[in-house]
C-alpha cells in the first residue's frame, strides 16, 4: 500500500503545534537559569543567564539521596508489575480457571478509583503495617495501581497469540510456567516494554501518594524535592524550577532511548481489548 505523502501545510501545522506545546517547557527552563532580582520579568528568555541555581542544587547534598530513592521504588514497582501481571494473564487468557473473566473485571475496575480517593485508606493501613517512610510502603500501591492497565495490555496481547505454538511445546513436555516463560515472553516483549514504560513514568512521576507516605527527608522522592527548596515564601523560583528541569529529565531520557519498543509494542497488539 503507497504512502501517503504529507502536504507541505501540514507538516508547518506540526511544527506550530509542537512549537506551542514546547513553550512552558523553555519557560520553565529559562527560569531556571534567572537570578532571584530577574525571576519576575515579563520576558520569555532572560538576558543574563546564571548556573548558580543547579550548582545550589547539585551540591545541596539532597539530589543523589531523593534519585536513588525514586530509582528504588520505580525500578521496583516495575519489576513487581511486570511479574504479576503476565502471570495473572497467563492464567485469566490460559488457564482453565473458574471465573476468570469476573476476576479480570474486577481488576479492571479498579482503574475507575481515582488515586485521591484512596489517600485516607492507604495511609491508615501503611501506620497500621509500619509502612510510613518506607520504599515498600510506595512500592506496593504503585505496583497495585498499575497491574489494571497492565493487564488491559498483557491480555489483549495474550488473546491475539496463537495458541498452536504452545500445545506443541506442550506435547514436547513443557509445563506451564516453560510455556509462558520460554515461548510466550520473549514474543509479546514489545508489549511488556509499554508496560514498563508507563509504570516507570508513573512511578517516577507520581507526587500526592508520595507526600502522604515519605515525611522523612532522606525517605522523599524526586517529585518532592521541588518542595525543599521552595521554602515558605518562594524567595528563589530559580532553584525551584532547576529543580524541575533536573525531574523531568529523566523521563524525558528514558522515553527517548525506548521509545522504538513503546511505539512497536502499541502497534503489536498491546491495545487490544
Request: aromatic share 12%; charged share 10%.
Amino acid at each position: 500500500m503507497p504512502r501517503r505523502r504529507v502536504a507541505p501545510w501540514g507538516y508547518a501545522g506540526i511544527v506550530v503545534v509542537v512549537g506551542i506545546s514546547l513553550v512552558p517547557t523553555i519557560y520553565m527552563v529559562d527560569l531556571s537559569f534567572r537570578t532571584t532580582a530577574t525571576s519576575f520579568q515579563p520576558v520569555l528568555v532572560a538576558a543574563h543567564p546564571t548556573l548558580i541555581n543547579y550548582f545550589t542544587v547539585l551540591t545541596s547534598g539532597h539530589l543523589i539521596r531523593f534519585f536513588l530513592n525514586s530509582a528504588v521504588v520505580a525500578v521496583s514497582s516495575v519489576l513487581l508489575t511486570l511479574v504479576c501481571s503476565v502471570m495473572a494473564g497467563f492464567a485469566i487468557t490460559r488457564l482453565k480457571v473458574v471465573g476468570r473473566s469476573v476476576v479480570f473485571y474486577w481488576i479492571l475496575s479498579a482503574l475507575l478509583i481515582p488515586l485521591a480517593s484512596l489517600l485516607i485508606p492507604l495511609t491508615i493501613l501503611l501506620k497500621t503495617l509500619h509502612g510510613m517512610n518506607t520504599y515498600w510502603g510506595l512500592i506496593g500501591p504503585y505496583t497495585a495501581l498499575g497491574i489494571p492497565f497492565a493487564m488491559l495490555i498483557i491480555k489483549g496481547v495474550m488473546d491475539s497469540f496463537p495458541s498452536e505454538l504452545e500445545e506443541a511445546a506442550v506435547l514436547d513436555g513443557a509445563s506451564p510456567p516453560q510455556v509462558l516463560r520460554q515461548i510466550i515472553v520473549p514474543i509479546i516483549w514489545p508489549s511488556l516494554m509499554v508496560v514498563a514504560i508507563w509504570q516507570f513514568l508513573f512511578s517516577w512521576n507520581e507526587f500526592f501518594l508520595a507526600l502522604v507516605v515519605m515525611t522523612r527527608t532522606s525517605m522523599k522522592t524526586m517529585p518532592l524535592l521541588p518542595l525543599y527548596f521552595e521554602g515558605s515564601y518562594m524567595t528563589n523560583p530559580g532553584e525551584v524550577f532547576a529543580v524541575l528541569s533536573i525531574v523531568s529529565v529523566v523521563p524525558m531520557v528514558v522515553y527517548l532511548l525506548v521509545q522504538r519498543w513503546f511505539v512497536s509494542g502499541l502497534s503489536s497488539g498491546g491495545i487490544k481489548g
